[in-house]
Structure formats: structure tokens, C-alpha cells
């Protein structure tokens, strides 16, 4: 940026004025950014002719190649992003409180579900295939007979799966149940501590001022040219 640095004076403002001369080189006007001198695009162009193609170069590196595209990207969208999180976020908070209030009975209910569900496959199969075979020997023709096979191996195997399943309730009802406290459990813990969903949204915003940190630095590196010892 220049040959004293920006620490050296008080404000940015003495600093633009004190290396304001034409006879200093390396000057060029900026503005202030967390305590970083940014250059002002025109005032560099005409102060700093020798260093804008530097500079081209590493915004265009920035903008596009890299993670430079996904944080260009980020940017254009940000708007989309802020409100795709609190729309996330009051989601959550609503699918919290339903959760601590229904999980008990959403977790029995699936069970119950999937067996009449089982029950239901097996029923269907065979009451179709049988359907079948009446409505065959109504019209006096031949039954599908690739048809009723396949509906008989579907009703077999929803079948034993049927049973199978409420085998395993019937024998494991005690771990059944203690798996659905815990989630019970666990859904009335959330909902008391709601706190812990700005746990992600914290790291996320750590993690983008890390790459804003980084892309900073070697946008920094990039603009000094060719850089000797």
C-alpha cells in the first residue's frame, strides 16, 4: 500500500492527506475498512496505473475461480439465504414444540402403521388376485396367469413380513418403548433448550469470517505483484 503503514497515523483521513503528494510513491487514496486501507477504484487508477492490473487480477480470481464462484454466489444471494434461515429457523421452533408435544404418540403411531400397513399389502394382494380369477371365470376366459403368481409372492411376503414385524414388537415391546421415551425424551429437552439451534448457525458464520479472512489475505498477497526478497 504504501512505504509507512496505516497504524502509523491516527486516521485514515491524515493518512489519504499526508500521502496525498505526487513525489511520494506508492501513494493512493482509501478508505477505511476494519482498520484496513482499501483502495478508492478511480483515485487508484490514477495514482496506482502500475498496480490496477494487480488488482484486476486478484478480484478476478476472487470472483471467479475457486471458492472465489461459491462466496460470489453467496454474496448475489445473500438476501435468499437470510430468509431462507429464519424461515428455517421458526420452522424449527415450531416442529420442536409439535415434536415435544406428539412425539409419544407419532412414534406408536408409525408402529401401528407400518403393521396395518403390512396387513393391508398382504390383504390387498390376494383379495385382488382372487377378484381376478372371478372376474376370468365370469367372462369365460383365462386368468393372467404371470399376474396371479406375482400377487400371490407379494401376499406371501407381506405376509411374513406382517408377521415378522409384530413378532418383533410382541418379543422386544420393553426396548420398543424405551426407544420411544428417549425420543420423547429428548423432543421435551429441545424444546427447553432451544438455545442449542444457534449452535450451527454460530459456526456457520465463523467458518464464512475465516474465508473472508483468508480470501482478504491472499487478495492482499495477489495485488503486491511480483513479490521479491
Not at 90 to 97: D, F, G, N, P, S
Not at 99 to 105: D, R
Not at 201 to 207: A, C, K, M, N, S
Request: proline fraction near 3%; charge should be negative; glycine fraction near 6%.
Amino acid at each position: 500500500m504504501s512505504n509507512i503503514h496505516p497504524d502509523d497515523v491516527s486516521r485514515i483521513n491524515d493518512y489519504n492527506t499526508y500521502y496525498s503528494s505526487k513525489d511520494r510513491k506508492g501513494a493512493y487514496k482509501s478508505k477505511s475498512v476494519i482498520d484496513y486501507c482499501i483502495p478508492t477504484p478511480t483515485a487508484f487508477k490514477e495514482d496506482r496505473p502500475d498496480d490496477v492490473a494487480a488488482v484486476e487480477t486478484a478480484l478476478k480470481l476472487m470472483t471467479q475461480s475457486g471458492p472465489g464462484v461459491y462466496l460470489n454466489d453467496l454474496y448475489l444471494s445473500s438476501t435468499s439465504i437470510f430468509y431462507s434461515m429464519g424461515t428455517a429457523f421458526a420452522l424449527c421452533i415450531v416442529y420442536i414444540y409439535l415434536m415435544s408435544i406428539f412425539a409419544e404418540y407419532l412414534a406408536w403411531g408409525l408402529v401401528i402403521l407400518t403393521q396395518l400397513g403390512l396387513i393391508a399389502v398382504a390383504g390387498g394382494a390376494f383379495v385382488y388376485r382372487s377378484q381376478l380369477a372371478k372376474e376370468a371365470a365370469a367372462d369365460n376366459s383365462t386368468p393372467d396367469a404371470e399376474k396371479q403368481k406375482s400377487l400371490l409372492i407379494m401376499g406371501i411376503i407381506a405376509g411374513l413380513f406382517s408377521m415378522l414385524f409384530a413378532c418383533m414388537i410382541f418379543c422386544g415391546y420393553s426396548q420398543l418403548k424405551t426407544a420411544i421415551d428417549v425420543i420423547d425424551a429428548a423432543a421435551d429437552f429441545l424444546a427447553k433448550t432451544k438455545r442449542i439451534l444457534a449452535v450451527p448457525v454460530l459456526y456457520f458464520f465463523i467458518t464464512m469470517i475465516v474465508i473472508a479472512v483468508w480470501m482478504g489475505s491472499m487478495m492482499a498477497l495477489l495485488s503486491m505483484g511480483e513479490i521479491t526478497a
